[in-house]
């Protein structure tokens, strides 16, 4: 029976089909001529074969290094985390030498190795076979190392990074009666608030300041020379409740605050030198909270979080970067 020929696809299209396909990222190298070394992004790896342990990899017959991975006796393939973008990026455009300020290793043949990476396997060239406008790679591993970093993920045509499912495990109700549940989003987004906002207030409390005071200085450190009334509706903001004007007026009387007067007649509210002080001393207990704060997660995860948090703040904002 003949098997129906696919009219050639529009590439665009195809490549968008291809793109709908999840992957990690890897960076490719090898040494090329003289010893020179070689590498490159790509996402067209795959594991092979345990045994013997095998990987593969695909590179476009357009690649400026097709001759030095095709005459090259081995090659490693580095799996990027997820902090790696950076790299990625580098390894993917035209700049004269990727290799530029990059502290690299020798692996077997003196290929370079990257270090840092999620995993990385060294391997020898086992077979070579002609995949239409790509060559196919196929090496036998030698060598490899692996650590629990996240991935860098590349789907769509966009860098991302793995967010695992979550199991239903904490889904039970927290109270039968009223039925709610601890991965009910409002309760675990009010949860969260109160116990990262209230390691926030201890650690200031322990430095004699109030969360009040804080949050006077805080904002005046952001907007410098904002009137009183102006000062109160920021507090209500950020707080769900607005400020006694009297803070602001303790903070005049210690110094840290003052007056000035503005052309529109509404006296506005600027630090002073000591006032500036006390603020930088704020954003130090503040970062020392947050790195207790953020615990255990993982850079990939604040920056996660961050990103949707910003989209809970706006929903109606389209968020593109990742
Ligand atoms: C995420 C990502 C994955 C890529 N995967 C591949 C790939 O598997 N094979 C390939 O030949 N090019 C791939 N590329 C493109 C190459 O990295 C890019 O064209 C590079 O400039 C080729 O360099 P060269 O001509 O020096 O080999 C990928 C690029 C990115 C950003």
Known sequence: MNSPVLTPPDPRTLRNAFGSFATGVTIVTTSGPAGS??????????SVSLDPPMVLWSLARTSANLDAFRNGTHFAVHILSADQEALSSRFASKIADRFEGVAIERGPAGIPLLPDCMARFAC????????????????????????????????????????????????????????????????????????TRQAVINELEHHGWTSEEYAVLSIIGREDGLCVPEIVARSE???????????VQKLIGLGLLHKVDSADGEARVRLTTEGRLAVMKLIAIRKSSEADVQGNLDPSEVQLLKHLLARLEHPAHAVTSN
């Open 237 to 247: 903001k950020v707080r769900g409740q607005a400020i006694s004007t009297a803070i």
């Open 124 to 195: 020898k060239v086992a077979y070579q076979y002609e995949g239409g406008d790509h060559v196919i790679f196929v090496g036998e591993i030698l060598d490899f190392s692996h650590s629990a970093r996240k991935p860098l993920v590349f789907h769509g045509g966009r860098y991302g990074m793995l967010l695992p499912k979550q199991g239903n495990a904490s889904a039970q109700p927290v109270d039968e009666l009223s039925n709610l549940s601890a991965d009910d989003l409002l309760y675990q987004v009010s949860n969260a608030y109160f116990r």
């Open 37 to 46: 070394d070689i590498g490159l992004t790509a996402n067209s790896f795959s």
